[in-house]
């Protein structure tokens, strides 16, 4: 967001001056005040605006960020999680296989004695 912000000076209607096209006159002095103070209000509101704005952009990109180291650290820990479930499975037929050879040797240990 630009550093742009509304001035007193950019905002008033009346200064006193003789008129001019972007001017009133001085008999229209009280509404021109009127009107500075409204502008003066407005202008106050819209500078704090921005700044919100400002500070909600300025969090979000934080958060924006957090999310993505998240999400790296997501990723890092699914690839782990599938190497551990691979192993698991790996390790569980190993076992099996061994278990399998044992009974095996045993059944021709048994036939041979």
Do not use: C, W
């Amino acid at each position: 967001m630009s550093d742009y912000r509304l001035t007193d000076e950019e905002l008033k209607i009346y200064d006193g001056q003789q008129p001019n096209p972007f001017r009133t006159g001085a008999k229209l002095a009280e509404i021109g005040e009127k009107q500075n103070a409204v502008n003066q209000a407005f202008a106050e509101n819209i500078n704090s605006l921005a700044q919100r704005i400002q500070s909600l952009e300025e969090e979000h990109l934080k958060t924006v960020e957090i999310m993505r180291k998240i999400a790296g650290e997501l990723n890092a820990f699914k690839k782990e999680l599938d190497r551990l479930r691979l192993s698991d499975k790996l390790n569980t037929n190993a076992v099996e296989r061994l278990d399998k050879a044992v009974r095996l040797l045993n059944e021709n240990n048994g036939e041979n004695q």
